[in-house]
């Protein structure tokens, strides 16, 4: 791993070499007020009991669903509007995805850290738009792109005035409807000076499995975990939820909300081994 590697600051976290292990973590969209409230306040109540970074996640909208039919969510106004409330009643930092340019001013005004879906980071107009909000921004690897062709990405971000910079792993596609993950891509986009995240829900999709849907392997969500954090990866996300068989998106790659206290003290001592070894440096 890289020693080069700039930490990001988001909201009152920071995230690098050094730093304690941050975990990205909600629904995938906002199926309702009610529902994201309710993952918030699990994961307010995890974070105080682990001393563990958390930052809450979930989209207004799945604008790259499968289907016509499928669920997108409750819209950009609506959502964010949510989202506020979500941030006040749990005091956790938020994040969300845009996918176009003009949502980015306004989802800035709620949100802690902008998220760009990995089918458009190569979106170079929505790059620049996130970069201009002076936000931290995320970028999810394209399934479809080499790791170092990363570094394109953080071009744009740093040439249009962002440094606050996050690459995250998702898994990479591999012939038809299925993805793997090549560990060493953790260490080579942190080559490129940001810190890593690794996207462990999805890493486990089958794009297209269930037709009209993505299907997922959700049981193999904590051994890929472990090992990126075992690699030194910054921090994790994972999409949960309170039963994951309903999930409106997702679902069979989520991880079930009640599970997260018996997997997250293995992210955690694992972490503090790496880091106290000097292993994530």
């Not at 996207?199 to 997922?216: I, R």
């Not at 030194?232 to 991880?255: K, M, R």
Request: include cysteine; charged fraction near 20%; aromatic fraction near 6%.
């Amino acid at each position: 791993m890289s020693s080069k590697v700039k930490p990001t600051q988001v909201g009152p976290y920071t995230i690098g070499p050094g730093h304690p292990l941050v975990l990205i973590a909600g629904p995938c969209v906002i199926e309702s007020r009610d529902l994201v409230l309710e993952v918030a306040g699990v994961l307010k109540e995890l974070k105080e009991q682990f001393n563990l970074p958390i930052i809450f996640k979930s989209s207004f909208d799945k604008a790259n669903r499968s289907s016509i039919d499928s669920f997108r969510g409750p819209g950009l106004e609506k959502g964010l509007e949510i989202l506020a409330e979500v941030k006040e009643k749990s005091g956790l930092p938020l994040t969300t995805d845009i996918h176009e340019p003009a949502q980015a001013e306004p989802a800035a005004k709620v949100v802690d850290l902008l998220q760009i879906p990995a089918f458009l980071c190569r979106q170079t107009d929505l790059l620049i738009a996130a970069a201009k909000t002076g936000l931290p921004v995320s970028v999810k690897k394209g399934q479809f792109m080499a790791p170092w062709d990363m570094g394109n990405v953080v071009e744009k971000l740093r040439a249009s005035g962002c440094e606050a910079i996050i690459l995250m792993e998702r898994g990479a596609s591999f012939g038809y409807g299925n993805l793997v993950v090549d560990m060493t891509s953790l260490g080579m986009m942190r080559q490129l000076g940001v810190p890593v995240i690794f996207d462990g829900t999805h890493s486990v999709q089958l794009p297209g499995a269930l037709g009209k849907s993505t299907g997922g392997r959700r049981e193999y969500v904590p051994l890929l975990s472990r090992s990126a954090v075992a690699a030194g990866v910054d921090g994790l996300f994972w999409e949960v939820h309170p039963d994951p068989e309903s999930a409106l998106s997702d679902g069979s790659n989520s991880l079930k909300l009640s599970d997260l206290p018996t997997l997250i003290p293995t992210m955690v001592e694992i972490d503090t081994f790496v880091k106290r070894n000097g292993l994530d440096r």
